[in-house]
């Protein structure tokens, strides 16, 4: 098992910045990756970042350029930086751990909304 927080949510303008954390607890030593997905109302669940144990990083095309993915070496903790936000950028955005394997799990979201 493997607990994700997330934190760091909010309501910001478009053109502002928003620091979001993940902090994973559990059996750590079976976290492949960590991540970011973003879903909207009646949308999918979409990738947004993704790095993993070994510092390969995904990212969704929207947000190249402008989010940056970062952890600890320990895989306790992930971030995501968003800067240069957007309107289209807001939703529900989850933590996601994979673990070497195909087992995962999700945190419970944190809400970002961006006016214009």
């Known amino acids: 098992q493997v607990q994700l927080v997330e934190s760091g949510g909010g309501l910001v303008q478009a053109g502002g910045s928003l620091r979001l954390s993940c902090v994973a607890s559990g059996r750590m030593f079976s976290v492949y990756g960590l991540g970011w997905y973003r879903q909207e109302p009646g949308k999918q669940r979409e990738l947004v970042a993704l790095?993993?144990?070994?510092?390969?990083?995904t990212y969704a095309d929207s947000v190249k350029g402008r989010f940056t993915i970062s952890r600890e070496n320990d895989m306790s903790t992930v971030y995501l930086q968003m800067n240069s936000l957007k309107p289209e950028d807001s939703g529900v955005y989850y933590c996601?751990?994979?673990?070497?394997?195909?087992?995962?799990?999700w945190g419970q979201g944190t809400q970002v909304t961006v006016s214009s």
């Open positions: 790095t993993t144990r070994g510092d390969t990083t």
């Open positions: 996601y751990a994979i673990m070497f394997g195909t087992e995962h799990y």
